[in-house]
């Protein structure tokens, strides 16, 4: 496991220990929050306003499964929609109070249960981040441009028909995706795109022909590391599989959050990466499902029983791997924001595509077939007029 991912494990320890099953989160978890009873908002907000929100967003959804692909392109979209908002106005409030109001918003949507905690952290930021002139008028006048913006991204996401498309009924036959007759997850299978003309626009080649040199060779691959995974190919399988799921992105955004801090991003533009990010992987997935029940691929452990698997099997088909389509769209976009770090965010984006194959459930094809359909949404999206894109 590289430096990169080794230090995000640290960070999860307190964040995210809550998420590795469904049945382990609860309000009983401690809480991050500002305004909980254990946290101080003394030092809360010395960064900015957009990438400790989007930390909260984290430390929430690890107390409270929620998809995470709808929850953080959301808040990120009304953060981004505030920031303009509020520097429409001159003088203007501070584009951190309408960050702050739109975030607390969007997270009081998804987290009713803690809103009481959410609104405390609002307060908090209120009374830790000075600016000139009439304070408490400016909080106000701010937090009024972040809520308004909020309603109208909360109203346009409920548009969105994530999880709506069905489908269908696999078909049978050598090749195809083994049904076990439960629930097929729909990941973003038909849902609205933000940059993408369609959900087919990126729609990949078919993988190799089931029984073919090429598909025996790469299922022989991934039989060779069941037979042989070493314990740092588990630990890369089981750190991935708990920090990039559906109910947890906590890698990637906290990768964001590093960079931006890093590089001192404002909070306006720090907003505008973030929903760049998001977005690229919620339409990233959105080609990546659209891929999957096009052509209803195999498992590798349905091809040979006598692959081992560390983790769960998803309930969805192989043909391209999720993982790697989120991947290469979150670091398609940094990698385009923050050139200098390219080579570190390839590695990462490989890491967690290589997990995948590390944990038996998919070929290579599926990872490099993933990062080429998520990097060119990405780069869709680093062209895109964001002042057209979503709701304004």
């Avoid at 049978?172 to 038909?190: K, T």
């Avoid at 933000?194 to 626009?201: A, D, H, R, V």
């Avoid at 973030?274 to 339409?283: R, V």
């Amino acid at each position: 496991m590289t430096r990169d991912l080794r230090a995000f494990a640290l960070l999860a320890v307190t964040t995210l220990v809550s998420a590795c099953s469904d049945s382990s989160a609860g309000p009983e978890a401690p809480s991050t929050l500002p305004g909980a009873p254990n946290a101080s908002a003394v030092k809360f907000w010395d960064a900015n306003a957009a990438a400790n929100w989007n930390e909260q967003a984290t430390s929430l959804a690890a107390r409270q499964p929620v998809n995470v692909s709808r929850l953080y392109v959301y808040l990120s979209l009304a953060q981004l929609r505030a920031a303009e908002d509020a520097e429409t106005i001159r003088p203007h409030p501070p584009t951190s109070s309408a960050i702050g109001a739109a975030s607390a918003a969007v997270l009081s949507a998804y987290f009713p249960a803690f809103t009481a905690e959410i609104e405390a952290a609002l307060d908090a930021q209120e009374a830790a981040d000075p600016w000139p002139g009439a304070k408490h008028q400016d909080a106000v006048a701010g937090e009024a441009i972040g809520r308004a913006a909020a309603a109208r991204v909360i109203a346009y996401s409920a548009s969105d028909l994530v999880g709506l498309t069905d489908p269908g009924v696999p078909p049978i036959g050598p090749g195809y995706w083994v049904w076990n007759g439960g629930p097929i997850a729909r990941g973003n299978l038909g849902a609205r795109p933000f940059f993408l003309s369609s959900g087919n626009e990126f729609r990949p080649p078919p993988p190799p022909a089931f029984g073919s040199p090429a598909y025996l060779a790469a299922l022989a691959e991934v039989r060779q590391i069941s037979d042989t995974r070493t314990p740092e190919q588990l630990a890369i399988a089981q750190y991935w599989n708990t920090n990039q799921s559906p109910t947890s992105n906590a890698a990637m955004n906290n990768l964001a959050v590093e960079l931006i801090r890093g590089q001192r991003l404002g909070d306006h533009e720090s907003a505008r990466v973030l929903f760049l990010m998001n977005a690229a992987e919620f339409d990233a997935l959105i080609g990546c499902f659209d891929a999957k029940y096009y052509y209803w691929f195999i498992r590798p452990p349905q091809a040979d029983p006598a692959i081992t698997l560390p983790i769960g099997l998803p309930p969805h088909p192989s043909y391209p791997s999720a993982h790697s389509c989120a991947s290469g769209g979150a670091t398609g976009v940094l990698a385009a924001v923050f050139p200098n770090e390219s080579a570190r965010l390839d590695s990462i984006a490989t890491e967690a595509s290589l997990s995948r194959l590390y944990a038996g459930i998919h070929y290579r094809f599926d990872f490099v077939t993933g990062l080429a359909l998520g990097r060119a949404v990405a780069a869709k999206a680093m062209a895109a007029d964001l002042d057209a894109v979503a709701i304004r």
